[in-house]
């Protein structure tokens, strides 16, 4: 059976960036796996894609904004972002369209977003332990 | 015998998380398996709050979810960060923050993430229980 | 192999697509809470007898949810009816549990 021994998760996340709890449940939970060394992927999918989207400014609103916790996810060894092909069609948004270094404030080297498809989701959740769902 | 790690992420009443994941502990426990952990998250940590008042014709969750682990002693931890800006905050915590009085049923551990990580590796399994 | 559970009472939302889409050979379906109400539905049940494209997989009803509901007699048969203790078993005869929504 496959991977009964792997120590991957997967964590996925379909909200809006202004949804109350799950967007910073989810990036506190996968932070958490990280600093504990277990390998973690994100996946955002449907309205999680719209997490990723630049030019975003909460302080327009006097809210956070979790487009700039991004940014950390480097420190914490997370250099790519698994983001669902479909859900970007269907806003009509490209990869020119995601978090750029500028929105991350980070001089390093900028977070990597990757299109994934559902076959590909479908090996990623194959091969880990567990997966999230926020 | 397996372990399931069982996370809890909805409050009593308002979905029915709670109810169905209450269900799947017992059904654990009956099956003879073991819970390893169960880990209340988001609005889940209102299952341990000492301060809920059921609507009248309904079960009392958070004293049931109670009896469940003293009966079976198991560990059920409450996540800090979820609980604090819920208000569900025990004696410790009420008296740091200068709160009126602490709201945890006994038996209900508040503490961390690292609590669902240690969890995650494990546990048999992980179920988990939403909104 | 992986069970999935879906609690949503209908199947036309984006996490269901793609919870379907990334089914693999050997995962199942388990309909619990308001979940049991997409066994009603017409394009679910036909999802279910798979097709050309897509394969057809084993889906399980939490037989408490259905009866709470009044809709344990209206639901076709590829829906398997299940309790909780087969739940748990299900939980062991596959990898891990995937909670969509």
Same mark, same amino acid.
């Given at each position: 059976m496959a991977n009964l021994k792997s120590d991957k998760v997967v964590f996925m996340s379909s909200t809006s960036p202004w949804s109350p709890s799950d967007p910073s449940a989810c990036m506190d939970s996968l932070l958490t796996f990280a600093v504990f060394d277990i390998p973690a992927?994100?996946?955002?999918h449907g309205e999680g894609v719209l997490q990723v989207v630049k030019n975003q400014n909460g302080s327009i609103l006097?809210?956070?904004?979790?487009?700039?916790t991004f940014g950390a996810l480097g420190l914490?060894?997370?250099?790519e972002v698994m983001v669902e092909a479909r859900a970007l069609q269907h806003y009509g948004l490209s990869m020119h369209d995601l978090l750029d270094a500028a929105d991350m404030e980070t001089a390093d080297q900028p977070l990597r977003f990757t299109s994934i498809t559902p076959a590909q989701l479908a090996s990623l959740i194959a091969d880990s332990k567990a997966v999230f769902n926020f | 015998m397996s372990s399931f790690a069982i996370i809890v992420r909805g409050?009593?009443?308002?979905?029915? *998380? /709670?109810l169905s994941a209450?269900?799947?502990?017992?059904?654990?426990?009956?099956?003879?398996h073991s819970v390893y952990r169960l880990f209340f998250y988001q609005d889940g940590v209102y299952n341990a709050s000492a301060q809920i008042v059921p609507p009248q014709d309904e079960m009392h969750l958070p004293k049931a979810w109670q009896q469940l682990i003293a009966t079976h002693e198991l560990d059920a931890?409450?996540?800090? *960060? /979820?609980?604090l800006k819920r208000g569900v905050v025990d004696d410790k915590e009420a008296a740091r923050y200068e709160l009126a009085c602490?709201?945890?049923l006994p038996g209900f551990v508040i503490s961390g993430l690292g609590q669902l990580v240690d969890a995650t590796i494990t546990a048999d399994r992980v179920v988990t229980f939403s909104p | 192999m992986t069970l999935h559970t879906w609690n949503k009472a209908r199947t036309s939302h984006p996490s269901f697509e793609?919870?379907?889409?990334?089914?693999?050979?050997?995962d199942a379906l388990l309909l619990l809470e308001d979940g049991v109400y997409s066994a009603l539905e017409l394009a679910f049940v036909q999802l279910l007898q798979g097709s050309e494209q897509d394969s057809a997989y084993p889906c399980y009803a939490l037989a408490a949810d259905l009866a709470a509901r009044g809709i344990s007699a209206k639901i076709p048969n590829s829906v398997n009816v299940v309790d909780y203790m087969d739940f748990v078993a299900l939980c062991l005869q596959h990898d891990r549990v995937v909670n969509w929504a």
């Open positions: 992927t994100l996946v955002l006097g809210l956070k904004t979790l487009a700039k914490y060894g997370i250099d | 409050a009593p009443y308002t979905s029915q *998380a /709670s209450y269900r799947f502990a017992n059904a654990v426990l009956e099956s003879g931890v409450v996540c800090v *960060a /979820s609980a602490g709201s945890v | 793609l919870c379907r889409t990334s089914m693999a050979p050997g």
